[in-house]
């Protein structure tokens, strides 16, 4: 769709939206008042029926009470010419005991008479009340019947009553009496047989209709219907409104696209020639507006952009020539994160892409985002904040069908079938990078390396670290061999920082941990128990420290050899790390001494611990290798020392030297046990005498005095790391 087609269509969607709004709203809104107004009529006229009924049954009930009331039968018959000739009832009729009529007043109306308050049966002439005749003894001598005759001049009488037409219906629902006129006479009977109950039903002419009855009390089967309020061509003058309107948008909105995507068609045009090469392109400036602005500023990008070509081409060159410079630099650091960020930024300038990302290749074939830039929208993932986010298996689409080739990729987005992890994109090029000094994912042989087979099924290659990954170049070309041998350049690049990195960490984790147990060392204890004690004393939590000694282990030595030694070493320094918490510290001292530190645990917590420990050492005896086929369970018990700072010591080696004090009692009371560092004896305080005599100086300020005077001792604390402790025979 054009840019005109898509402004007219806006246009008439905001121009005529509202007007179509506007017009069902009045439609609807006329339509629901109209037909409350025709409810509320039709309910009134309902109740004025019902009780122009009623009116009628209690007027012909008191006449036959009337005539039932005479005992003599020829009064009877005189009292009911009476009730006739007064207009109480247009008919009375006497009947004795079996049904038979034994009087009846002339010109009664035509049945059937229906009863008031019986169900009715087939069209009605009259309505009836009837009342039986009995004498003193309560015997049944007959019945006296009063009757008014339903005709028209009665259902018109309902009408004038009640203000709407009125329509009496036989049994089957054919019109017997109404004042409908013959126009809306049928609309009116259909839209009564749809509806039921108190239900109003309206008609397409605008009528409204309700029945009612029968029910007790009102036994004829009567329809009310009443013309709506509702103005005659609404709807068609509704509908000329908004199709006149549609007209006039329509016109409007051609005007106006015409005008507006104008000059837009010659900055189109203008942008065609330049994104092929021609830089002399120019629109013509035609007002002063938003647009005409837009054509200057085209003007003045297509001159300025013709010297920045010449700027880039030179920059790029000079780029490749510091890239030695740049390698150097990330070779001399450590932090993996930085080095990755300073290679992508890199990678991002020298080459005008627009996103790029760096993935390196984890323990499990699948490659883990280390470093992003630009991949906002372009997320596979609901977390774009995390780079970790990013992962694509070895082989499945471009950054891992790189990984397990070795062979760089670039050209055009296409959508994969199955997602595959990776971002969205226009363009990419992407290149592996390795280990340096191995073989080349490739297959090319380096100097003293085997060369690596590069079947994509094999799995991806052992020396392969990562791929270095750049999207969407800017101007929306390709990336081309230029920027693919630049890319090789700062793949190499971090492919010699990683493996630096890793190398450091290695030699870091080495100095640090024990090679037999992979505890921590004595060194790293000295650090951890300084800043432990630190973090200790700035937020006011305990720290405990217990110090372990394996008993007898010379013995284990001596029977079974050095190696079960070293078994059983290994073997406790499990148990130990199954037992402690994550936060907490185990180290090997030095031999079968060992140490744990507990942060913010106090004595109640180190002696649960201690105790746990001892369990899970005792319980189970270490199986070694003896002198024999079969193996031998060694069984080790366990001395363990308690201190905890600050109750029992002020600093981290002091706290260090308490446990191991109290690893000696343990030792002493019979090994296989527990005790804690007893509590240090309260510092002793010395009164400072002062002289009766003294006299203030004139200023009233202190003076410092000597040390005789200020009553201190020689001496002071040692600064300076101390030694660790020597062994004492355990």
């Given amino acids: 769709m054009t840019l005109r087609g898509r402004l007219t269509t806006a246009f008439l969607v905001v121009v005529l939206g509202p007007v179509l709004l506007g017009a069902f709203f009045v439609g609807t809104t006329l339509s629901a008042v109209d037909r409350s107004r025709a409810t509320e009529r039709l309910g009134l006229a309902a109740a004025g029926v019902r009780t122009s009924v009623d009116a009628i049954c209690q007027q ?67 309505l009836a009340v009837q009342v039986r005749l009995r004498d003193s003894a309560g015997a049944d001598l007959g019945a006296v019947a009063a009757a008014q005759p339903v005709d028209g001049a009665f259902v018109a009488r309902l009408a004038a009553v009640t203000g709407v037409e009125v329509t009496l219906l036989d049994d089957p629902g054919r019109a017997t009496h109404t004042t409908e006129n013959q126009g809306v006479r049928a609309a009116v009977l259909a839209a009564a047989r749809e509806v039921a109950g108190d239900r109003v039903a309206g008609t397409g002419n605008g009528w409204y209709v309700r029945r009612v009855g029968p029910s007790p009390g009102q036994p004829l089967p009567l329809v009310l219907s009443v013309r709506g309020d509702r103005p005659p061509g609404l709807y068609g003058a509704l509908v000329a409104a908004v199709a006149l309107a549609a007209l006039l948008a329509v016109l409007a909105a051609g005007r106006l696209a015409r005008v507006t995507t104008r000059p837009l068609v010659e900055l189109a045009g203008a942008v065609d020639r330049v994104a092929h090469g021609d830089l002399t392109a120019r629109v013509p400036v035609r007002s002063r507006d938003e647009i005409g602005r837009l054509a200057g500023a085209f003007n003045r990008m297509t001159r300025e952009t013709g010297s920045y070509v010449a700027a880039l081409t030179s920059s790029r060159d000079q780029l490749r020539n510091h890239l030695a410079v740049l390698g150097d630099t990330l070779a001399s650091t450590h932090d993996l994160q930085r080095i990755l960020r300073v290679i992508l930024d890199s990678a991002i300038a020298a080459t ?10 984890d323990g499990h074939g699948v490659l883990v985002g280390q470093c992003v830039e630009g991949l906002t929208g372009r997320w596979p993932t609901d977390d774009p904040a995390d780079p970790a986010t990013l992962r694509v298996p070895v082989g499945a689409g471009v950054v891992g069908a790189v990984a397990a080739t070795g062979e760089p990729l670039r050209g055009r987005w296409a959508s994969p079938d199955a997602p595959t992890g990776e971002p969205s994109c226009e363009t990419y090029v992407a290149v592996p990078f390795a280990a340096p000094g191995v073989a080349d994912p490739r297959g090319v042989e380096r100097p003293g390396h085997p060369p690596v087979d590069s079947d994509p099924t094999a799995g991806p290659p052992s020396a392969a670290l990562g791929v270095l990954a750049l999207y969407d170049r800017l101007g929306g070309h390709e990336f081309d061999d230029d920027d693919l041998v630049t890319l090789r350049t700062f793949a190499g690049h971090a492919a010699v920082a990683v493996e630096n990195v890793r190398v450091h960490e290695e030699a870091q984790r080495l100095s640090l941990t024990d090679p037999l147990t992979g505890l921590w060392n004595y060194r790293y204890l000295r650090e951890s128990i300084r800043r432990e004690v630190e973090r200790a004393n700035r937020f006011g939590r305990m720290l405990s420290v217990l110090a372990l000694d394996l008993d007898r282990f010379k013995d284990v030595n001596d029977t079974w050899g050095h190696a079960a030694g070293d078994a059983v070493l290994v073997e406790f320094a499990r148990r130990i790390r199954g037992v402690i918490r994550e936060v907490d510290l185990a180290f090997r001292h030095g031999g079968e001494e060992f140490v744990v530190l507990l942060p913010e645990t106090d004595a109640r917590g180190a002696t649960i611990v201690a105790e746990r420990i001892g369990a899970v050492v005792r319980d189970q005896p270490v199986p070694v290798d003896g002198h024999g086929d079969e193996p031998v369970r060694v069984p080790v018990t366990v001395s363990i020392g308690i201190a905890v700072y600050p109750d029992h010591a002020g600093g981290g080696q002091q706290v260090l030297d308490a446990a191991d004090d109290a690893l000696y009692a343990a030792k002493a009371a019979g090994r296989d046990g527990y005790r804690s560092a007893p509590a ?51």
Avoid at 352 to 361: E, H, N, S
Avoid at 697 to 725: H, I, K, W, Y
């Fill in 60 to 126: 012909l009930r008191a006449a036959a009470d009337a005539v039932a009331l005479v005992a003599d039968p020829a009064a009877r018959s005189r009292a009911a010419d009476q009730v006739v000739g007064r207009g109480l009832a247009a008919a009375v009729r006497i009947a004795d005991a079996a049904g038979r009529a034994s009087y009846a007043t002339a010109g009664g109306p035509a049945g059937p008479w229906q009863d008031c308050a019986g169900d009715p049966a087939g069209p009605v002439g009259a």
């Fill in 680 to 730: 240090p004896d309260p510092v002793r305080t010395q009164e400072i005498p002062v002289a009766a005599t003294t006299v203030s100086p004139p200023d009233g300020l202190p003076r410092a005095g000597t040390a005789e005077q200020a009553g201190t001792v020689p001496g002071g604390a040692s600064s300076g790391p101390q030694p660790p402790r020597q062994s004492r025979g355990r």
């Fill in 352 to 361: 005008g892409a627009r996103a790029g990302a760096v993935l390196l290749l």
